[in-house]
């Protein structure tokens, strides 16, 4: 159980750290990029929310939690790589 919370804990990090690296080149990348920057700000929040959430829940559901929030961060992960590919 706690490994699966550190796993998530560090997923979470890492997209925070690209996220954090490609938001600062952003400013300098034209409109198309930004729109594609914006739709994966919306599925950050709202991993981002969610992970926070976890520990409010049951074991079982916190699992299923954690599941659906691997899939959607590897979502956003390949958008920022898109996004850095790019720039």
Do not use: F
């Not at 997923?11 to 996220?19: K, N, P």
């Not at 599925?43 to 926070?52: D, I, N, P």
């Amino acid at each position: 159980m706690s490994d699966e919370r550190d796993d998530l804990r560090n997923e979470v990090d890492q997209l925070r750290a690209l996220r954090d690296e490609l938001h600062v080149q952003l400013h300098l990348a034209g409109q198309d990029l930004r729109d594609q920057w914006d739709r994966l700000e919306r599925g950050w929040h709202h991993v981002e929310s969610r992970a926070k959430q976890i520990g409010d829940v049951s074991d079982d559901v916190a699992h299923e939690v954690r599941e659906t929030l691997h899939v959607l961060a590897d979502q956003l992960r390949g958008g920022y790589e898109r996004i850095k590919s790019l720039l």
